[in-house]
């Protein structure tokens, strides 16, 4: 009695005609009709006949080499069940027959393949490349329906939402919506980083707050994916180029902030620092050279351990970490604001905030007019290409840069509607906090305080000889700077000339301390 092992395959294309009971059947009916034993039957569910890659595939061709001698037929319901690459699977039935001397049997086209009869070689090299050439065509129909989809419509497609979004939506309906509370986490994470908090650290941080993506490289995907500024990425489709195109959905962040981040991306990074509680000034406190300092344990000879910051050039800061941190305590506190100083700022906050709001409303509505006239612009390029006044290429040139222009403004009018009030509400609220600024640092966790340091001296803060120092400092904050530099703690060499410095009372000072004290997680609404 001749003997056959079976080979069942189901894509991942939704083949409702394909199915393994449907295949099951046909060969069974085979089987029985023509007295073949079966051995055994190998199946891969969800696997494309592109490659022979397959997991049971691969085992079939293990059992026929170990029991070659046991099988006479493998089965399979049609051809293209077995492979659509019909040289490579011409190669290997012949590689079947020659060798183990197996013929390939497709029942329900009534083909066994032999090498030997040219009638039978000539109808399975047909079989095979009518597949072959199915493939090809749902290929293409898919890859344009997907390019078409992104590219034209905007629209996302892959299965899994990206974090801080979720699918809403059936078919061409379906959309992805903003999740606010994760939406936050999403800012986070850019913010973070345009303040060089380190991945391993702005990871760390995004998990703490709920942030569920596996991956060391989970937080880089996050900055590098176009959907969080409102876009959709399409591959380039035969005469059609690839590229970033403007998506339906509603961006999480601005086009400007994501700019900055990707360009800053592609520059390599000088120095990874780690985070250490003992050493939290590491990296972001510079020797007078100029050089970052590093800082590391050191034991002493009763085994405890001392911490030091220390500039890789010999003979320059090897200062201890104890001394830099008390002196740092001092020029924080003498930092802190005066009662009056405090009440100086809530007085003028609401008059800031009046004024700033009303710009911003202007502006707003500005933008919307200036919106509504490009819409129609689009909308008269889209009637003369109906009634064929233009031809194809002057109308995608001019939908492409209309289509540019009007995502440029819906990402600002959406940034100019957002209620900005709000930073102004939060700090009014926690303006005595800044009567003891030595508090708030102190209380602080090391991220926060790196954050802080970095924004109130603009990355610019230096130690020499004792003394820390520096050119540039937050204005509203540097009152005392003469008592730092008498007291030997700090010496602020204050540039009159520089426009980028803040003035210490009205909108830009206010603006400024929310901005501080937000970004670095003093204040939480």
């Keep these: 009695m001749k003997r056959a092992i079976r080979y069942l395959r189901f894509s991942n294309l939704g083949q409702s005609n394909g199915s393994i009971e449907r295949q099951e059947l046909y060969t069974d009916q085979w089987l029985q009709y023509n007295q073949v034993h079966l051995v055994d039957t190998f199946v891969d569910r969800g696997h494309s006949a592109k490659t022979f890659e397959r997991p049971d595939f691969i085992k079939l061709r293990a059992f026929i080499v170990k029991h070659q001698n046991n099988v006479d037929y493998l089965v399979v319901d049609q051809l293209d069940r077995f492979s659509r690459d019909a040289g490579e699977a011409m190669t290997l039935v012949k590689t079947l027959q020659r060798q183990y001397n197996i013929q390939i049997v497709s029942v329900t086209e009534g083909i066994t393949f032999d090498y030997d009869t040219p009638g039978s070689y000539f109808r399975t090299g047909l079989q095979l490349l009518l597949a072959e050439e199915d493939n090809i065509n749902r290929s293409i ?66 998990r703490r707050l709920g942030f569920n993506r596996g991956g060391n490289m989970a937080i880089e995907r996050i900055l590098t994916n176009p959907v969080y500024v409102g876009m959709v990425k399409a591959k380039a489709f035969k005469e059609y180029p690839g590229g970033l195109f403007p998506g339906i959905h509603e961006p999480i962040i601005d086009k400007m902030t994501w700019d900055v981040v990707q360009n800053k991306m592609k520059k390599p990074e000088k120095t990874r620092v780690s985070i250490d509680d003992n050493l939290p000034l590491r990296g972001i406190l510079k020797c007078h050279c100029g050089q970052p300092l590093s800082g590391a344990p050191s034991r ?16 320059h800061n090897n200062i201890s970490a104890v001394k ?90 959406s940034k100019l509607g957002k209620d900005e009030s709000q930073g102004y509400k939060i700090l009014s609220r926690h303006l005595n906090q800044l009567e003891d600024i030595k508090h708030i640092y102190n209380e602080a966790d090391t991220l926060k305080k790196r954050e802080f340091i970095t924004l109130v001296f603009d990355s610019n803060l230096y130690y020499e000889n004792g003394v820390y120092r520096t050119p540039s400092m937050m204005e509203i904050l540097s009152r005392n700077w003469l008592k730092m530099k008498e007291k030997g703690l700090l010496i602020f060499e204050k540039k009159r000339d520089n426009l980028t410095i803040i003035p210490s009372g009205g909108a830009g000072g206010i603006r400024t301390l929310v901005q501080t004290w937000y970004k670095v997680g003093f204040l939480h609404a």
């Design 141 to 206: 129909k898919i890859r344009g329906g997907n390019y078409t989809a992104r590219a034209k419509e905007g629209r996302f497609l892959s299965n899994l939402a990206p974090f801080g979004y979720t699918k809403v939506g059936e078919g061409k309906e379906r959309t992805i919506v903003v999740q606010e509370n994760d939406a936050k986490i999403i800012h986070f994470i850019f913010n973070a980083y345009l303040q060089n908090v380190p991945l391993a650290e702005i990871s760390k941080q995004a």
């Design 300 to 315: 002493g000879k009763g085994g405890k351990w001392f911490y030091y910051y220390k500039c890789k050039h010999p003979h």
């Design 324 to 413: 830099s941190h008390n002196q740092l305590l001092e020029i924080c506190e003498l930092m802190s604001l005066r009662q009056q100083d405090v009440k100086h700022l809530r007085d003028t906050a609401e008059e800031s905030l009046e004024g700033a709001m009303k710009r911003q409303k202007r502006e707003l509505f500005e933008k919307k007019t200036e919106l509504e006239k490009v819409q129609e612009k689009l909308f008269a390029v889209e009637e003369k290409w109906i009634s064929s006044q233009i031809s194809k290429e002057t109308y995608d040139r001019w939908c492409s840069n209309y289509n540019t222009e009007i995502n440029s403004l819906k990402l600002m009018v």
